[in-house]
């Protein structure tokens, strides 16, 4: 385990916090203490095994969880993570003001999602995918990209089990429906399916894709963005423990994100190294993929190796000076 990722070496939080987070991520801790926050072991849910290596005892924020990757497959993950009732408890009082720096929708996060959801559009066009007709958006918060797909002429049903954010999307006109997805009655000829920042929230992840294989057609495409060991250099700047955090129990990558889509049915049509992705469900052509996952002793280098990077990043010594700087003026 690399020191820097140990929590016997520093709790600190390594990124810069507001005072409503400073708030929650003391709550937290003191939830954590108090037995509020418990843990439970998982099956790793590509091979469904429990053979875990440590790398990391400690998230962004100094937050004791542990990060492990399995020795047969190679999938990065939280593990042990927090159960049922602990994480109803967690996304209930913690999440928001804690991770998104509010505890209320914003405006700002509804508008970069609105411009986000060009950004697909344009990269599904890049892959060859050109969308018309309805589109379902899985976990859409208050409805930004659902927006900026009516922007583009597209009709979008959002799906989100968070009230607050769906009654704020309800509350601009959009067609926001609570719960999962096969909580809803979609319509015949949905065109595709997103997953933007979700998939790496769901515990219980190989059901959330059967449900989907069941909810859609295989005239159907799924867009899934996941954060990933491979887009740590773009996302995080190099440094993977930025992208460590309690909310996040799946770290994914091309690889591993193809052979759990695999396993239900899904054909990988496109992915990047920042863990695009798009799907179709075709369990026929599924069972002729052939898929290699990482090696658990590979996964540790590359970490070795981005934290190696992040050392002469240029923006590493950026966010040091300017860190320097401002405890300077504090003092």
Known sequence: ML??????????????????????????????????????????????????????????????VQTVVCRCCGMLQTNPYPDDRSLGWFYGNIF??????????????????????????????????????????????????????????LHGIGVEIDLD????????GLDIRLGNIDAVNLPEGVALVTYVQVLEHIVDVNSEVERLAHSISRDSVVFIEVPGLSSVPEKYHYD??????????????????KALFAKHGFVCMAIDDTVRALFRYDPEAAKDQALQTPHASDVVKRIEALERRRLVYWRT??????ALLRRVSQA
């Open 96 to 153: 928001g003001p804690l991770h998104r720096g509010t505890s209320s929708p914003s405006q700002r996060k509804f508008e970069d999602r609105r411009r986000y959801a060009r950004e697909i559009l344009d990269w599904l066009h890049e892959h060859g995918v050109s969308v018309s007709g309805t589109v379902v958006d899985v976990g859409c918060g208050s409805g930004g990209v659902l927006r900026g797909l009516a922007d583009a002429g």
């Open 317 to 322: 010594w950026a966010m040091s000076a300017k």
């Open 240 to 257: 993977v423990l930025r992208m460590f955090q309690l909310a996040h129990i799946w770290h994914f990558e091309p690889a591993t994100l």
């Open 165 to 172: 954010y769906a009654a704020d999307g309800r509350s601009r």
């Open 3 to 64: 020191a820097r990722l140990d929590i016997n070496r520093s709790a600190a939080p390594i990124v810069k916090l507001k005072p409503v987070q400073r708030q929650a991520l003391d709550r937290l801790r003191a939830a954590m203490a108090d037995g509020t926050i418990t843990f439970k072991p998982l099956l790793c849910p590509i091979c469904e095994q429990q053979d875990f290596e440590a790398v990391g005892s400690r998230d962004r924020y100094g937050i004791p």
